[in-house]
């Protein structure tokens, strides 16, 4: 049995964005350690794939955490969001301009990654139900650069109309600072994906 301590951590203000790269042991059996905290979402990430293989993963992906009643939220694919029915769609702001309104209207959860108060602006007048933004701190997934900061964040919460999922850095010690700035959320990639700081190891009872 699949046991997460879920005592000190908040799990409907924690989303999971997926990097298969990060995961190494059986993706399936991370999938579902983390489908078993029953975060807030999943954004199933994989910007490397192909829109085949994208399609043929989230079909796998899509029953073990909906076995959870965890959202599902598809990355970057129109066409295989439309087929496959997820819970919403997470297209970059590059991407999220090129639809129609009509396209955006089949997805009730829509969302986008923000960068600035003007991407914030943008994301809101194009739709969107709720915004990432990032990167807060300093992160292996962001080489080189520094985060934008506690004070970045609280800015586009104080600005923005939907629900801001911070992402970036964000450690269970750093959920309670990130929550305080105003965030709804906060996405982990890295430390659901490899480590154990979001997730405690299991005993079979």
Known sequence: MIICMSE??????????????????????????????????????????????????????????????????LHSFFSSAVRLCPDGLHLPLSLLRRTSPAQRRRFRVLGTSCHSLTDVQEAAALGCSYILAGHIYATSCKQGLPGRGIDFLAQVCAASPVPVYAIGGITPQRLPEVLRAGAAAACVMSGLMSGELWLEKAEKS
């Open 8 to 73: 000190r951590i908040d799990w409907n203000r924690v989303v999971c964005v997926t990097n298969r790269h990060l995961c190494d042991g059986p993706l399936e059996e991370r999938m579902k350690r983390i489908a078993a905290c029953r975060p807030r979402a999943v954004i199933l990430r994989e910007k490397d794939m192909d829109e085949r293989e994208y399609e043929a993963l989230a079909a796998r992906m899509i029953p073990i955490f909906r076995s959870q009643e965890v959202p599902v939220i």
